[in-house]
Nanobody, 126 residues
Framework: QVQLVESGGGLVQAGGSLRLSCVGS????????MAWFRQGPGKEREYVGG????????YYADSVKGRFTVSRDNAKNTMYLQMTSLKPEDTAVYFC???????????????????WGQGIQVTVSS
């Protein structure tokens, strides 16, 4: 059974930066697709960015392109989300997700991920 735990959230001023981490346990995440999602107040959970199963492709939501960067360290079973130039609209609970069967065309679909972290709050003040 895979468990995912996020860390690194908090309160930051607009224009600032944060780095989130997602540590996997129970299995090697090396062959898993991994992704970050977020859910703002009163909003649906949306895809932010992530990797295909092979790690050969990375994808980002249009709203974060050029500001957020995903990376992973397979040796540490960890995925990161580096967030820069943060905006108040980035305020949300951020979740990491993983799945070992998901196909590339479905990477943005939250319903396709079997494993989820508990989420971590990121608040950007104006």
């Amino acid at each position: 059974q895979v468990q995912l735990v996020e860390s690194g959230g908090g309160l930051v001023q607009a224009g600032g930066s944060l780095r989130l981490s997602c540590v996997g346990s129970g299995r090697s995440m090396r062959t898993y697709a991994m992704a970050w999602f977020r859910q703002g107040p009163g909003k649906e959970r949306e895809y932010v960015g992530g990797f295909s199963r092979t790690g050969g492709y990375t994808y980002y939501a249009d709203s974060v392109k050029g500001r957020f960067t995903v990376s992973r360290d397979n040796a540490k079973n960890t995925m990161y989300l580096q967030m820069t130039s943060l905006k108040p609209e980035d305020t949300a609970v951020y979740f990491c997700a993983a799945d070992e069967r998901i196909i590339t065309s479905s990477l943005r679909l939250r319903s396709q991920y079997d494993y989820w972290g508990q989420g971590i709050q990121v608040t950007v003040s104006s």
